[in-house]
């Protein structure tokens, strides 16, 4: 008999509509509306590099300002999500109910994260983009307590939760790193990146193993270690070492998370045919 390693999608209907799931609907809009908003109006600060902490070469952890050209990308795609949640199939969905809340939060959190890094007010930056990641991995830990029923639950609801998770965990540790920098530890970064980093990929390949495999989590924290790795190459505060361990962590969550998938989708293909699925 087959077990599946996640919690399986729940088959009985929605329960019945009530007024906190249009206030939980109006209030996940708004923030992913804004959100998406402020990501475009402040891209261009956010990937020039003229704001001297978003500069690649600030802090050992600090990004490429390119890597912040995903912005738009996720926060459109929540935006996405959030127009999904009006679907009849989902304004009562215990699935939305258990997350809506919190992604909206970690919205919130990224607007005031894009704010606070513009001006270049490190502190606060590092505290939002705290807050946000707390909020995000709750809502990671909600869904996978309430799997997804169907592909298009899938795309609009996980899909934009790990992508903005996956990259969020990068864009917490650049500014923790700043912080450090701004208040003149800079002369211990190198023992704390060193650590931080693999600390950082195993915290995502502990949250992009779960369910079936959330790949696109995956994508979205390769894309911050890439662009993490570019400056530790070729930039002027360059380390190779921090450079091999970002590059790592982004390949092993990559496949480790595939991994998981393939592992899954193989065993469940098995299972429907009969045959066993313990290969040990």
Known sequence: VYEAPYVLPETGPNPVEEPSDMRRRILGSAATVAAAAVSLASLETLSSGTVESLGSNYSLLSLAPSAHLIWPV?????????????????????????VGNWFALACVGNVLWMLSAVNDWLFPAFGFAAA???????????LNLNTARTTRERMFTDAPVSLMTGFSMVVLASAFMNMLQSWGAGGAGIWIATLLVPALGYGATS???????????????????????????????????????????????LLATENRRYQIHHAEHRAARGKPTDFS
């Open 207 to 253: 949250l992009s193993m779960t369910e079936r495999g959330r790949i696109i989590m995956a994508i979205g924290f390769g894309w911050g270690m890439f662009w993490l790795l570019v400056p530790r190459v070729l930039g002027t505060n360059n380390s190779i070492w921090i450079a091999i361990l970002a590059g790592m962590a982004g390949f092993v969550v």
């Open 132 to 142: 946000s990641c707390w909020f995000l991995y709750t809502s990671v830990r909600e």
């Open 74 to 98: 996720v926060l459109l795609w929540a935006v996405a999500g959030a127009a999904y949640s009006w679907a009849p199939s989902q304004r009562s969905a215990m699935r939305q109910r258990a």
